[in-house]
């Protein structure tokens, strides 16, 4: 089954610690993107790749960085200079960055 | 610059309602434009799309017809079921280069027996 995946689906950290969530996709996508969402928010996008081994940063990308060695993985790191990382994080991968975005399950990180 | 609006919520409906959630759309050129609808605690999945004006997109018992003289995208339902619960994103995929695809800020839909 073709699809993109996020894990884990709950993260727990303490404030100061870095945190890495994964995104894979099986769709042989160029396109990939984080989203930031927070409870009844829409989404706002934080960085996104169109190809591999590039990506640009997007609305709110201040505290996170991310990278893209590989077509089907984009990795989001959470640093400890975001100043409010508790939310619900999506990722999502599109043909081309015209095209739809399909989304994974997301991952929901929480820091205390 | 290109956006989306959307209605506010939350709307709720009784079950068998008739369900329209508007969206406009600003855009320089030729968007694609796409609803969206995300259930509790998930990702958001693709529910419909229209690339070209006049073009109607359909699922699930869901419309929505590409309106270029009103750039309007309104997604509609006959019949409205609780599983219909869940919130709703309509988005724009801009023409030009570069990454343009925007989302509108979710209109929540709540649907009781």
């Known amino acids: 089954d073709g699809g993109i995946t996020q894990s884990p689906k709950y993260l727990f950290r303490k404030e100061g610690q870095n945190v890495t969530l994964s995104c894979e996709q099986n769709l042989n996508h160029d396109a990939m993107y984080w989203y930031r969402q927070d409870p009844g928010q829409g989404l706002r996008l934080i960085y996104y790749s169109q190809i591999v081994n590039d990506f640009q940063k997007g609305d709110i990308a201040e505290g996170y960085s991310v990278s893209r060695e590989k077509k089907e993985s984009f990795p989001l790191t959470v640093t400890s200079a975001q100043k409010n990382p508790t939310a619900f994080y999506l990722c999502?991968?599109?043909?081309?960055?015209?095209?739809?975005?399909?989304f994974g399950p997301g991952t929901r990180l929480t820091v205390t | 610059g290109d956006s989306v609006t959307q209605m506010e919520g939350p709307v709720t409906l009784s079950e068998e309602a008739f369900l329209t959630i508007n969206c406009t759309y600003t855009a320089t050129g030729y968007p694609s434009l796409f609803w969206y609808v995300q259930y509790p605690g998930e990702g958001l999945q693709l529910l419909l799309k229209?690339?070209?004006?006049?073009d109607k997109g359909s699922n699930k018992g869901f419309e929505a017809t590409y309106r270029k003289e009103t750039t309007s995208f309104h997604l509609e339902k006959g019949s409205v079921q609780v599983s219909d619960s869940a919130v709703y994103f309509c988005?724009?995929?801009?023409?030009?280069?570069?990454?343009?695809?925007?989302f509108g800020t979710g209109t929540s839909l709540t649907v009781i027996p």
């Open positions: 229209a690339t070209k004006a006049d």
């Open positions: 988005a724009l995929s801009a023409s030009n280069t570069g990454n343009q695809f925007y």
């Open positions: 999502a991968s599109s043909a081309d960055s015209h095209y739809e975005q399909y």
